[in-house]
């Protein structure tokens, strides 16, 4: 009678635990992209459209030709645009139409940091094969930190292009970690790596940041390597290959960059905004306070800094060098550079590699106790932050309907509507399309250091002419009556007289503190009238 194989039995009860556990790391990967398409859905069609968002509404809405050479004058690249602008031919125009690929794109990027956690884990450890147990629950600690994120989700509900730079920038940096595995290049790999990285630089301008980053560390392995040609020739083809896909909009790039160092909104970077935008960057938004939020994020980022230091090996800052890059560039351009560029939606680029990184340094941490209180010290404000977020309900555009709906009525030929902001131009001008009635006359008082810069700056960049007047010409306008929003200019008395005044309630976003409508009417007996 043949004694059973003991080993053999072993063996497949061995296989079928790690059978069973990897399913169930595939259902939990699912749900977590469940519960982040939920959470990038909510309130997709009822949160008023912000000024970002009508200005690509607006820009997408022109003629291809018109639209390269708007999109030219603005600040950021082509690629989301042209997405948009697929939407619409194809009929969608909604606000949850406009912000679908944004939302999808979004929960795709968890998938892509799962990816990217565990392709860095791999190539860190050195090993060729299937990832290992805790390496595979390292990379969904960093996909749920990515679901949760709340920032993520804002930039992932909105219409707008940091959601794509944020996936791009995972998947280039997941592709280049395959391409580097390994003693015999491949090239196609390293075609998919250039790609994607011409994508990500076609949707954000800060990808040029993460690119430099990725550039750092290849070259740094390639010395470290003894400068195999072949890799070299992989190297030296992939960058070649970005620089002719990103080639045509490389005057672009220049000219905008040209122009936000001349002018550009952003406040200047001070301590206290600084820590804002390392706790919204870290956590995605305050948590309890503003002090504790900084603490926490200090600690969260000592953690991860002593994982590298204290465990060692080159391939462990293969993901670090992309955050510490593009941190570092633009905090130099803005302290340096005379001109700040730090905001916490351009930093999103770097929400990925630093999700990654956690899962690196949880993975490289053997003790269970640091490694429980790093990954408790990033969820846990997380989920607070967001828990935050939601308490807040997405408030439908009630009071910027109920105005435009009020100037319908009341509108007569030879009304003027002026508004306070130039974004406001394009927000007005989307829910007007979206009704039927009177088309209003709304223009924007420019201030004369505005003047310049018609058809160049964002958000005046895609004014039709007679959409924006000089404040010096306000005397001469030929109006009957002037509707001023949110006191976007002040008539002189003695060309007009103060008529009525109507409010309508507060709202979140662009509209915080609600909108007030001041009507004048011409003075009797003035002779300024002039056509314009």
């Known amino acids: 009678m043949s004694q059973p194989d003991i080993r053999s039995d072993a063996n497949m009860a061995v296989k079928n635990g790690i059978l069973a556990s990897r399913r169930l790391q595939a259902v939990m990967l699912a749900a977590l992209m469940v519960a982040g398409l939920a959470l990038r859905l909510r309130g997709g069609d009822v949160r008023i459209l912000n000024h970002d968002e009508a200005f690509t509404w607006r820009v997408a809405s022109r003629p291809i030709r018109t639209m390269v050479q708007q999109v030219a004058g603005d600040t950021h690249p082509l690629l989301h645009f042209a997405v948009i602008k697929g939407v619409l031919l194809c009929g969608g125009d909604s606000p949850l139409a406009l912000r679908v690929p944004s939302i999808m794109i979004g929960v795709a990027t968890i998938w892509a940091v799962f990816a990217l956690s565990l392709a860095a884990i791999r190539y860190a450890e050195g090993r060729d094969g299937p990832p290992s147990r805790r390496a ?46 390994g003693n015999r290049p491949s090239r196609w790999r390293y075609s998919a790596y250039a790609i994607s990285v011409a994508l990500m630089m076609h949707s954000h301008n800060f990808g040029v940041f993460i690119f430099f980053g990725q550039v750092l560390f290849a070259s740094w392995e390639a010395i470290r390597q003894g400068m195999n040609a072949a890799r070299l020739r992989a190297l030296v083809e992939a960058g070649s290959l970005v620089f002719l896909l990103y080639l045509p909009w490389l ?188 088309q209003l006359d ?30 010096a010409q306000l005397a001469k306008l030929d109006a009957r009556r002037l509707w001023v929003v949110n006191r976007a200019c002040d008539p002189q008395p003695e060309d007009w007289t103060r008529q009525e005044e109507v409010t309508f309630g507060t709202s979140r976003g662009e509209f915080s503190s609600g909108i007030q409508i001041v009507c004048y009417s011409k003075f009797e007996g003035t002779n300024r009238i002039v056509r314009l």
């Open 251 to 438: 005057p672009s790039f220049l000219a905008q960059a040209r122009r936000v160092h001349e002018g550009f909104w952003i406040p200047p970077l001070t301590g206290e905004t600084f820590g804002e935008l390392l706790v919204n960057v870290v956590f995605g938004r305050d948590v309890l306070d503003r002090a504790t939020g900084v603490v926490l994020a200090c600690v969260v980022l000592l953690a991860l800094m002593s994982t590298v230091f204290r465990v060692g090996g080159a391939r462990l800052w293969i993901l670090p060098v992309q955050v510490l890059t593009v941190w570092l560039l633009a905090t130099l351009i803005s302290t340096m550079g005379g001109r700040p560029i730090l905001q916490e939606r351009y930093l999103i680029l770097a929400c990925p590699a630093f999700a990654g990184w956690f899962a690196l340094a949880i993975t490289t941490t053997r003790d269970w106790f640091p490694r429980s209180l790093l990954t408790l010290n990033m969820l846990v404000p997380t989920g607070l932050a967001l828990s935050t977020m939601l308490a807040s309900p997405p408030t439908p555009p009630l009071s910027t309907l109920e105005a435009i709906a009020f100037l319908r009525d009341v509108h007569q030929p030879g009304d003027v509507v002026f508004v306070n902001r130039p974004g406001t131009v394009n927000v007005f001008r989307y829910y007007q399309s979206r009704t039927l009635g009177t």
């Open 136 to 181: 595979a629950w390292a990379g969904l600690a960093a996909a749920a930190y990515v679901t949760l994120h709340p920032y993520h989700i804002s930039v992932s509900g909105t219409a707008r292009m940091y959601s794509f730079a944020a996936f791009f920038a995972a998947l280039s940096s997941w592709l280049l970690i395959e391409a580097l595995r």
């Open 442 to 471: 709304v223009r924007y008082v420019l201030e004369p250091n505005e003047l310049k810069r018609i058809g160049q700056a964002s958000h005046l960049s895609s004014f039709d002419h007679g959409e924006w007047i000089a404040k």
